[in-house]
């Protein structure tokens, strides 16, 4: 898919652009404080990490980093879903990741940012300055390791993604995107049991698969008619064979 021109949100001018706002939610306060990185954290320690982060609220559409920006901050999700993606010299996009609250993206870089951040529902997101936060990983052993944890997470998922990519049939992707979705967005986004919520767009899912919009419809419909999942309103799907959703994933 070839994107078109986004609206964006420079992180260094939250506050002064009009469609972004600074958030009140505290450390304390966050919904996502026990799924993400400061879940390690005891009360008395999160005040360590409020000193240096600051809250903020994007709408739907808004870029929270461009690839190749200068990598200054680290951001965790509170609320919301958010798409990280490249584009290739030609102008299509490859979507490589939906996080979701308690995830947090901007530390696996160097000088500039590995890919775009964009919002796809209203966030709330939690920013804080790299070196700042790379100083408390000396300051709290205990969430340098758990980011560390984390990121061993991340590695094998990007790992999985790439046997997704590569060998799986258009039917072995959805199945596996599925679960995957499952697993990532519903522990604190009540979700009723049984059901997945889908935030992205079906091009958006094509773009992270490596298939077109016509291929994820139509596999959408297979699995609907053969009984696997029932297509629900407002970005919902309903499982209703999860055994056979996995056995498909598995390749097996």
């Not at 706002?21 to 966050?30: F, I």
């Not at 604190?188 to 935030?199: A, E, K, R, T």
Request: proline share 3%; glycine share 4%; with cysteine.
């Amino acid at each position: 898919m070839i994107l078109g021109k986004q609206q964006r949100c420079a992180p260094d001018d939250v506050g002064s652009n009009s469609s972004s706002e600074l958030c009140a939610t505290s450390c304390n306060q966050c919904i996502a404080r026990h799924v993400s990185m400061c879940s390690v954290l005891k009360d008395s320690e999160v005040s360590t990490i409020s000193e240096i982060s600051k809250c903020f609220s994007l709408h739907p559409k808004q870029l929270v980093c461009a690839e190749g920006d200068q990598a200054n901050y680290l951001f965790t999700i509170q609320t919301g879903c958010i798409r990280l993606s490249k584009m290739l010299s030609d102008g299509r996009r490859q979507i490589i990741d939906f996080l979701f609250p308690g995830e947090f993206f901007g530390l696996a870089c160097a000088n500039g940012y590995t890919c775009s951040a964009e919002t796809i529902t209203d966030v709330n997101l939690c920013r804080m300055p790299r070196t700042q936060i790379f100083e408390k990983f000396i300051e709290l052993p205990v969430l340098g390791q758990k980011v560390l944890d984390i990121t061993r997470t991340e590695l094998q998922a990007s790992q999985d993604q790439m046997l997704l990519l590569g060998r799986k049939s258009a039917k072995e992707k959805l199945c596996s995107f599925l679960l995957s979705m499952s697993d990532k967005s519903n522990p604190i986004s009540h979700v009723p049991d049984g059901f997945i919520y889908l935030p992205m767009s079906r091009s958006d899912i094509a773009d992270y698969l490596g298939l077109t919009i016509e291929t994820i419809s139509r596999q959408f419909t297979i699995l609907s008619k053969e009984k696997i999942i029932s297509l629900e309103e407002n970005h919902y799907i309903k499982i209703i064979d999860e055994d056979r959703m996995r056995l498909i994933a598995s390749c097996a």
